[in-house]
Nanobody, 126 residues
């Protein structure tokens, strides 16, 4: 399985970005995919995740209303729409895949995931 994340960049506060994570090498049906991020000097944290086939979608409480996870089944691609970006959103964003259909309590745990993308850097600065 390969995960290729893209879409990061340098933007001003208040701007929007959409990150993409293209999966290849296996069917994504039955899997769970999520976004995590790691800010400079901080631990990696959960951003949003979903079962690929539906039924469970979750966003970090602090990001609800600004960030939205979605997927395009035909393209085997996971997305993260980020609106009203703030300087504190500056981080490297990683997509991750679990081969299992995770439950909510496992969704936010890094050890639940079998594969990780290389990360895409988002910098929010004026």
């Amino acid at each position: 399985v390969q995960l290729q994340a893209s879409g990061g960049g340098l933007v001003q506060p208040g701007a929007s970005l959409r990150l993409s994570c293209a999966g290849s090498g296996r069917t994504l049906s039955g899997s769970t995919m999520s976004w995590f991020r790691q800010a400079p000097g901080k631990e990696r944290e959960f951003v949003a995740g979903r079962r690929w086939s539906g039924g469970l979608i979750s966003h970090a409480e602090s990001l609800k209303g600004r960030f939205t996870i979605s997927r395009d089944n035909a393209k085997n691609t996971l997305y993260l729409q980020m609106n009203s970006l703030k300087p504190e959103d500056t981080a490297v964003y990683y997509c991750a895949l679990s081969q299992r259909s995770l439950i909510l309590s496992s969704l936010k745990e890094e050890l639940s995931y079998h594969y990780w993308g290389q990360g895409t850097k988002v910098t929010v600065s004026s």
